[in-house]
């Protein structure tokens, strides 16, 4: 079964940081355009970063631009999401999800194909 599984969630007091990780399960990371989402109870899964297969050019929702990061690693065949000036509202399930393809990844979740399970991130004081 192919599938993406999300690491690195947690519990962070506002202003800390986290890096979540995105590992392929029978698929090869690199062959995908990768975007991370998150979802909180009741509201839409909003996407919040997105990296094509070579790295560039990277897309942001406003909500988190200038305060995370999506990278990735080719060697490792993985792919991140630093996560910066971490506040309260940033509280979600967060998914990576990814697309066979050689273009642009999207913030659209039904752009994408597979899925991981989830990682909690929760900013509390």
């Known amino acids: 079964q192919l599938q993406l599984v999300e690491s690195g969630g947690g519990l962070v007091q506002p202003g800390e940081s986290l890096t979540l990780s995105c590992v392929g399960s029978g698929l090869h990371l690199a062959q995908y355009a990768i975007g991370w989402f998150r979802q909180v109870p009741g509201k839409e899964r909003e996407g919040i970063a997105s990296?094509?297969?070579?790295?560039?050019?990277?897309n942001y929702a406003d909500s988190v631009e200038g305060r995370f990061t999506i990278s990735r690693d080719a060697a490792k065949d993985m792919v991140y999401l630093q996560m910066n000036g971490l506040v309260p509202e940033d509280t979600a399930v967060y998914y990576c999800a990814g697309r066979h393809t050689s273009g642009r990844g999207s913030l659209h979740p039904e752009w994408y194909d597979h899925w991981g399970q989830g990682t909690q991130v929760t900013v509390s004081s």
């Open positions: 990296i094509n297969i070579y790295g560039t050019p990277t």
